[in-house]
């Protein structure tokens, strides 16, 4: 408690000690304070402008490079989707013609069990007999092979054409 009383004591002087100060020097020195800081300001404002100006430009900086990252991402992505579409379809092709040129050999499979006579194959004659039952689990395979990867066997006969039959 004392020595709250001896610091409430001189503010209570120091006031007492101001108040009998002249008020027009109490002005003068608190223009005079005023002056020091407006004085300060416009160097602190040229460097507060610099920095402003500075951080501006490097938002601008990163704005752009942002964008130009975002755009190279895009771009990239793109590539990869068309690359990858690109080797899709070549794969397919390349499926395509092998899948046309299989069928050819099967169409001659097909053809050539036709064209042995039933009667003729016998045991009486094994290597005819052996020779089409051979021609026959070939074509069977063929076209297991076939139906395992989406190729059906059509049968056209009696039907009209549809060039978008699948």
């Not at 794969?91 to 069990?113: C, H, M, N, R, W």
């Not at 039933?118 to 004659?125: A, D, I, W």
Request: aromatic share 6%; charged share 30%; net charge negative.
């Amino acid at each position: 408690l004392g020595s709250w009383m001896m610091k409430h004591d001189i503010g209570i002087i120091l006031f007492s000690s101001l108040s009998r100060v002249s008020p027009r020097l109490l002005c003068t020195a608190t223009q005079q304070k005023n002056g020091d800081e407006e004085a300060d300001r416009p160097e602190q404002s040229a460097a507060e402008k610099a920095l402003q100006e500075e951080k501006s430009k490097l938002d601008k900086q990163l704005k752009d490079m942002t964008e130009k990252y975002k755009r190279a991402l895009a771009d990239t992505e793109n590539l990869r989707t068309r690359s990858q579409k690109m080797i899709e379809d070549a794969k397919l092709y390349g499926i395509q013609g092998f899948s046309k040129d299989l069928l050819e050999v099967a169409d001659i499979l097909e053809k050539a069990t036709e064209s042995v006579p039933k009667e003729e194959v016998t045991s009486q004659n094994p290597h005819l007999k052996n020779l089409y039952d051979g021609l026959v689990m070939t074509e069977v395979q063929i076209q297991k092979v076939f139906t395992k990867h989406g190729l059906v066997k059509l049968n056209p006969d009696g039907l009209k054409f549809d060039p978008y039959c699948i």
